[in-house]
């Protein structure tokens, strides 16, 4: 049973009751993150998420950490594009405790400026991190230059320059315009009641100022776009991409289908080819990276550079095959009860319920049922991939990231899928 209540500033409490879970999953979420910073701000979002569990008037980072741990819960958070969530799972009997604990980092830390200076080293060892690690770093890579001069091209992490500047009056101001009440959902999935819930969270939010801190920008402008990174590296690490369809698109289920077809799965035609078949890479996969407004879908290898052209024309061939061939009624219908069954099983935990509370209010502003849900997957036909697959993988819209050392030229992609 799901239950909504808007607060009389404007904040959202949405909960799930489920009688037989033992646990209880609590996430404070605010619907804005990196793509609506200031382009001198970068990494704010991120910075802020850091910051929240420092310190506040009636807890230090200790004090915050050992609550938690002794009554054996989770407590974290983490920022995306799009939104930023700070999140506790518990036993349902330690919820009240969950409540106080997560409820006084989010409106009350204090931000001291030594706590700021100390998690600024740490945000900058974790973009350097992040470099170091070329299998997580060319995706990074791809979506800069997928979404170039675009928010949305922005790390979330921020840049070392943009880190190092922030000063703390910038950190309080864009918290201060981005955490108002219109942006702020309150997501609760576990054996809680509704009416339990709005009594743990009383009137903590009436400080909350009301409005929104979104401002949503200009829709992207797809083009073809190559980018590399020499490296010395053992490994030639690709990422290969192209557009694809927002969040509550009404043909998003297609794309869900295509890409488990294509890459999303061990049993997916990349995978059976690239790996299984001829050896060629360890991990190869396809994703698919959804926005409010725009969507990404992209394919990773990561290989021996003397082998990129042979990736890249197994994985363009597979393109073309979307593009000229219907696919099967059993590679269909084995895609959509992998994901029905993907969907089953998440559905188990209290906190995969909570995020998709969270999720579904940001992207359709209402409850998606697992019925709607199955029902899209169902209504999927060979046809639609196909028509699907002839609008993405064209030369107008791919990017191509390599990270490594690439030997000779870059290969041309103005032919690669036509």
Partial sequence: MVSKTILDNGVRVISEYMPHAHSVSIGIWVANGSRHERREHNGV??????????????????????????????????????????????????????????????????????????????????????????????????????????PLGMSILGTAESIGSLSRDAILAHRDEMYRSGDIIIAVAGNVRHDELLRLINVSFDCVSEGTGRDFCHLPVYGQKVEVVEKDLEQLHICLGTKSLPHNHPRRFEVYLMNTILGGSMSSRLFQEIRERLGLAYTVYSYVVSHTD?????????????????????????????????????????????????????????????????????????????????????????????????????????????????????????????
């Fill in 45 to 150: 979002a991120h910075f802020i998420e850091h910051l929240l569990f420092k310190g506040t008037l009636r807890r230090t980072a200790l004090d915050i950490a050992r609550e938690i741990d002794s009554v054996g819960g989770v407590l974290n958070a983490f920022t995306s594009h799009e939104y930023v969530c700070y999140y506790a799972k518990v036993l349902d009997k330690n919820l009240p405790q969950a409540v106080d604990l997560l409820t006084d980092i989010f409106l009350h830390s204090t931000f001291d400026p030594d706590e700021i200076e100390k998690e600024r080293k740490v945000v900058l060892q974790e973009i350097s991190m992040l470099e170091d690690s070329p299998d997580d770093y060319v995706h990074d890579l791809f979506h800069r230059s997928f979404w170039r001069g675009h």
């Fill in 294 to 418: 725009a969507g990404s879908l992209v394919i990773y290898a990561g290989t021996s550079p003397e082998k990129l052209n042979d990736v890249m024309t197994i994985t363009c061939t597979e393109l073309r095959r979307l593009k000229t061939e219907l696919v099967t009624a059993t590679e269909l219908d084995a895609a959509r009860e992998q994901i029905k069954g993907n969907i089953l099983l998440s559905l188990e935990s209290s906190d995969n319920r909570m995020t998709k509370l969270a999720k579904n209010e940001i992207y359709f502003g209402r409850y998606l049922s697992l019925a709607e849900l199955t029902d899209g997957f169902d209504g999927v036909t060979a046809d639609g991939i196909l028509d699907l697959a002839n609008d993405f993988f064209t030369v107008d819209y791919v990017t191509l990231a390599l990270t490594g050392k690439v030997p000779g030229e870059v290969p041309d992609i103005s032919h690669l899928v036509l």
